[in-house]
């Protein structure tokens, strides 16, 4: 059985910096293999374009660290720690980079195959 818990997937963030200075959604892609998970992150930037940013990261259980890089304009990382819930659909905690900090949280939809076939199959007796 597959662990609920693998990061996978796409999540919905928010990330937001001890003094209130930064506060910003992104999305993030993760494919996660063995405990080990890489992805990427866009979020919106100031100028009205796309941050982009690769993520490197590992979970264990619940616990979860990654890395994101910056691409472009922007070229630091960010080191992220947290937890996951049970379900693997809630993840929160910190993050860091150089003397700046704060917290995030992200969410995402799961279903399973079953689910999308009763979705599938209640569309089509429409």
């Not at 941050?51 to 080191?79: C, L």
């Amino acid at each position: 059985m597959s662990d609920p818990r693998d990061v996978s997937g796409v999540w919905y963030g928010r990330y937001v910096s001890a003094s209130g200075r930064q506060d910003s959604g992104f999305i993030a892609m993760f494919e996660e293999a063995g405990g080990v998970f890489s992805g990427s992150i866009s979020e919106p930037d100031e100028g009205g374009g796309v941050r982009r940013a690769t993520v490197a990261g590992r979970r264990n259980g619940s616990q979860i660290q990654f890395v994101k890089q910056y691409h472009g304009r922007w070229k630091h990382a960010v080191f992220y720690e947290g937890s996951l819930d049970d379900q693997g659909t809630q993840a929160s905690g910190n993050w860091t980079v150089e003397t700046v900090h704060g917290g995030f949280d992200m969410q995402r939809e799961k279903f399973t195959i079953e689910e999308l076939e009763d979705e599938i199959e209640a569309r089509l007796e429409l």
